[in-house]
């Protein structure tokens, strides 16, 4: 989970700030030691957190803040748009070129995943209603060519390609041509990379750089690798000019000192994170999103986005209805399961809902995929009649679905029982919902999803 640590120890040091009614210049110098820790320990590069601390204690020491009737919040408030313009601010969104087609240019390391961000930006701008075109001028890696057919097929984008003899700057020139001859309007040149910087990567870059004259220069870094990969972003773009970066693998840095830096040291925002390895996984960077989630508030706007492109919204109210009225069926379940699982890993969904990472029992919650693929397996193995009337399934009936999902009649009970609970509780759920929202506020909240024994059916 991204910025777990750094997460945790934040939501700790105000915590402690909230409930003081007045906060003294020695609490705040006592919290910003702690929060300085923090970012250290999340291996954000020295300066940016000397700079932080400094900007920040300066805000909170203010005449405004000590009369306060809030103190505490305020400061609160006054990290979160810090860390909020730590990050760039707000989103940097991609260029577009005045006729097209727009060129952008992917630079990086061997390993960081630049090939298959490639294909992700790809399926991405399909979103938008693009047509990408990608050009495979990696000719120094074995597959690189290969691996980059093979995303086009997955997405059924074009792929250039002259093979690996050719050169890479030919091979650029010509991938343009091409994209401006059959109306792509954005062409993604992936480029190769080496395992360390060196003269001959950069020269080749610099030479592919001037045939093409892209509109950007984004560079692919891996979050994993905390500091290096703020060293690399800034070795890059003192002789690339990058106009943006992405950050991959950033859902497994559980620091998150590379997001929390780049920008900072080299002045090039963060345009796009990937958040998974799924091809459609990568999304735009909101430097406020992120600081509202590493704060614990949630990041309730990209939730309601991915619900939005997602979820089909007739369904939504066809399948609201049938909870309120309690005739949920297991084939209005599997739907619902399937229509979640398109927004992403369960545990990523529940990251961005204010609050969830305090509540017991949600807050480590780890989904198995095969076991999701035991649960549909369970469902497709019941009738039709015993889909929409689960109370008729005895133990004969029971045993036959469990041979015929290749699982055990355990396996079976267990759904059946926490689908009853889930029903009751969902039920139960859309009474509870006012329009203005939970009635009962958060411990109502809190004793529907039963605690730290609320369970998943997977």
């Known amino acids: ?106 630079a990086g390391l061997q390993g960081a995943g630049k090939t298959t961000t490639t294909g992700k930006l790809a399926k991405l701008l399909q979103k938008g209603n693009h047509k990408p075109l990608l050009v495979a001028c990696d000719i120094y890696r074995p597959a690189a060519i290969k691996q980059l057919q093979v995303l086009g097929e997955q997405i059924q984008a074009p792929v250039f390609s002259m093979g690996d003899k050719e050169n890479p700057v030919h091979i650029a020139k010509a991938g343009l041509q091409h994209a401006k001859e059959n109306g792509n309007d954005y062409v993604i040149f992936d480029t190769a990379g080496r395992l360390h910087i060196d ?39 003192k002789q690339l000019e990058l106009t943006g970066v992405v950050l ?31 091809i459609d996984s990568l999304e735009p960077f909101h430097p406020e999103r992120m600081a509202s989630r590493i704060l614990g508030m949630g990041d309730m706007l990209s939730l309601i986005e991915k619900a939005q492109t ?33 927004m992403g890993p369960l545990d990523q969904l529940l990251e961005m809902m204010p609050g969830m990472n305090k509540m017991k029992g949600l807050k480590d919650i780890k989904v198995d995929e095969r076991q999701i693929g035991r649960v549909e397996a369970i469902v497709q193995s019941m ?53 203005k929202g939970p009635k009962g506020g958060k411990k109502g909240l809190k004793g529907l999803l039963g605690g730290k024994n609320m369970k998943f059916p997977f």
């Not at 990290?79 to 730590?86: D, I, P, Q, R, W």
């Not at 003269?199 to 290096?228: F, N, R, S, Y």
């Not at 997001?259 to 390895?277: D, R, Y």
């Open 1 to 106: 989970m991204a910025f777990e640590g750094l997460s945790a120890r934040l939501q700790n040091v105000f915590s402690k700030l909230k409930g003081k009614g007045k906060v003294s210049e020695d609490d705040v110098n006592e919290a910003m030691r702690e929060v300085r820790l923090a970012l250290l320990e999340a291996d954000v590069n020295f300066k940016v957190v000397k700079d932080f601390i400094g900007k920040v204690k300066e805000k909170a020491i203010g005449q405004e803040v000590m009369k306060s009737f809030t103190p505490g919040m305020v400061i609160i408030d006054i990290v979160n748009k810090e860390m909020t313009e730590l990050m760039g601010g707000t989103q940097s969104k991609l260029a577009k070129a005045n006729r097209p087609p727009t060129v952008i240019m992917m």
């Open 199 to 237: 003269e001959a990567l950069m020269d080749e870059l610099k030479q592919i750089h001037e045939a093409v004259k892209p509109d950007e220069v984004l560079l692919v870094i891996d979050a994993m690798t905390g500091q290096d990969a703020v060293n690399v972003a800034e070795s890059f773009h």
């Open 248 to 278: 991959t693998k950033l859902d497994g840095d559980t620091r998150g000192g590379a997001a929390l830096s780049v920008k900072a040291v080299t002045g090039c925002p963060i345009k796009f994170a990937a958040m998974g390895e799924k």
């Open 310 to 342: 997602n979820i089909d919204a007739e369904k939504a109210a066809e399948m609201e209805r049938k909870m309120r009225n309690a005739e949920f069926t297991f084939d209005d379940f599997l739907e619902q399961m399937a229509q979640v699982r398109q």
């Open 383 to 435: 009738t039709k009649e015993e889909k929409v009337k689960p109370e008729i399934m005895n133990h004969s009936r029971r045993k036959r679905i469990a041979a015929g999902s290749g699982t055990s009649v355990a396996d079976v009970n267990r759904l059946i029982k926490q689908f009853d609970d889930m029903r009751k509780m969902m039920k139960q759920f859309s009474s509870m919902m006012g329009p």
